[in-house]
């Protein structure tokens, strides 16, 4: 792995102050978050800092203001529930440089805590303006950016600052960092990897990474009835990428000649719509797919064969779920194949490492996301690791 200064390289840190770019973009319901998740991931590199004596300044964003001042996305709404979960007082900054920041920081104690407010009210933040970056910077003594999940914008809060301060990945980024490294960047072979969505076009780059770095290539969700289309077998009315049929030939062809294999479905569970537990609900093989039949999840004969792929493996990153898990029974092959990855996780045969939006709430549906070696919460980021993609929050805290 890049070598990366951490908290460890830090020296006396007393009365400093620390820039802390964290991910605050909470889901809000009746003006308090409704997972305080991203909190929790970055409460160890927060406190650590302020027991450092550090004065620590949070910086993050929260909605999508565009460049423009809204009251109702500015930072003080998640200023109560940050507060609960770091069990300290903070002091909500209405700025993010000038006159009010460095009066805020006069009366911050060693060890104390500010949250300034929504770096993305200012358009510097988005176009990583140099001028607005070396601004917030005039404030700080060090940077530490632990928001992995913003880590592939080149943002001024996750890009710029490192270049006027010297630059840390925080506690939750450090662990990201090695995970994902564990599982691409240097991993122990056998890899295998577990790619589902609805849509080829969106996984494109992903897959295309993929097959070079992988020796167990597992597709599913509406991925896997472009792949079994492109070899001939009639899917039926399931959702299917057919303009796309030409490019997963390809990707299968690449995959051959690096010498990794392909596993789709060979037993399905179809029905004729798309509803919980329906009636015309049955399991068959690929080829018996009818005309006014859809496949909605990959069949329990194949799952105990993907099953046995892992088994055989030491590395396994997963992206996407298998089937369309949000409704039963088709959640019941996600479930399957991620319990019998985390069993072996559990073993110690097996590294796993999981990420995207879906596969945490599958995961979780699973009752296995703790089980997992590592579970990525960043979405946009970790689909962009997965495509082999340098990301510009990561590659400016290279040491």
């Known amino acids: 792995m890049s070598s990366f200064r951490t908290l460890d390289d830090l020296g006396d840190v007393t009365g400093k102050v620390a820039l802390v770019r964290v991910d605050?973009?909470?889901?809000?319901?009746?003006?308090?978050?409704?997972?305080?998740?991203?909190?929790?991931?970055?409460?160890?590199?927060?406190?650590?800092?302020?027991?450092?004596?550090?004065?620590?300044?949070?910086?993050?964003?929260?909605?999508?203001?565009?460049?423009?001042?809204?009251?109702?996305?500015?930072?003080?709404?998640?200023?109560?529930?940050?507060?609960?979960?770091?069990?300290?007082?903070?002091?909500?900054?209405?700025?993010?440089?000038?006159?009010?920041?460095?009066?805020?920081i006069g009366i911050l104690g060693n060890g104390d805590i500010g949250l300034l407010d929504n770096v993305r009210?200012?358009?510097?933040?988005?176009?990583?303006?140099?001028?607005?970056?070396?601004?917030?910077?005039?404030?700080?003594?060090?940077?530490?950016?632990?928001?992995?999940?913003?880590?592939?914008?080149?943002?001024?809060?996750?890009?710029?600052?490192?270049?006027?301060?010297?630059?840390?990945?925080?506690?939750?980024?450090?662990?990201?960092?090695?995970?994902?490294?564990?599982?691409?960047?240097?991993?122990?072979?056998?890899?295998?990897?577990?790619?589902?969505?609805?849509?080829?076009?969106?996984?494109?780059?992903?897959?295309?990474?993929?097959?070079?770095?992988?020796?167990?290539?597992?597709?599913?969700?509406?991925?896997?009835?472009?792949?079994?289309?492109?070899?001939?077998?009639?899917?039926?009315?399931?959702?299917?990428?057919?303009?796309?049929?030409?490019?997963?030939?390809?990707?299968?062809?690449?995959?051959?000649?690096a010498g990794c294999t392909v596993h789709l479905p060979y037993d399905v569970v179809v029905a004729k719509e798309f509803a919980a537990n329906p009636q015309s609900l049955r399991t068959c093989n690929v080829h018996e797919v009818a005309e006014d039949e859809m496949i909605l999840d990959v069949g329990p004969l194949a799952v105990e064969a993907l099953g046995d792929v892992l088994k055989t493996c030491r590395t396994l990153v997963w992206n996407g779920p298998l089937g369309a898990f949000e409704i039963e029974p088709f959640d019941a092959a996600t479930i399957a194949l991620a319990r019998i990855a985390a069993a072996l996780t559990q073993d110690g045969s097996l590294i796993s490492v999981a990420g995207g939006g879906d596969t945490v709430a599958a995961l979780a549906h699973a009752g296995v996301k703790d089980d997992f070696t590592f579970v990525s919460t960043a979405g946009g980021a970790f689909l962009e690791w997965m495509e082999g993609k340098d990301l510009p929050g990561v590659a400016a805290l290279k040491a």
């Open 121 to 257: 009210f200012w358009p510097g933040e988005e176009a990583n303006d140099p001028e607005f970056a070396k601004g917030m910077a005039a404030h700080g003594d060090f940077y530490v950016n632990d928001a992995f999940s913003a880590a592939h914008r080149a943002h001024a809060s996750t890009e710029g600052l490192a270049h006027f301060l010297p630059a840390y990945a925080g506690r939750a980024m450090e662990a990201e960092l090695k995970a994902l490294d564990a599982a691409l960047g240097n991993p122990e072979p056998p890899v295998a990897a577990v790619v589902g969505g609805a849509k080829v076009s969106t996984k494109l780059d992903v897959l295309e990474n993929l097959v070079g770095k992988v020796q167990h290539l597992i597709i599913g969700g509406g991925m896997a009835n472009t792949f079994l289309a492109a070899k001939g077998v009639d899917v039926g009315k399931s959702l299917c990428e057919h303009d796309l049929t030409a490019t997963a030939n390809r990707i299968m062809d690449e995959a051959d000649h």
């Open 24 to 104: 605050l973009n909470l889901p809000m319901k009746d003006g308090s978050a409704t997972d305080v998740t991203r909190v929790e991931a970055v409460k160890p590199t927060v406190l650590e800092l302020a027991d450092k004596g550090a004065k620590v300044l949070l910086l993050a964003h929260f909605g999508r203001p565009k460049g423009q001042r809204y009251s109702t996305m500015s930072t003080s709404f998640v200023q109560g529930d940050v507060e609960e979960v770091l069990g300290k007082e903070i002091m909500f900054i209405p700025e993010v440089m000038g006159p009010v920041v460095e009066q805020s």
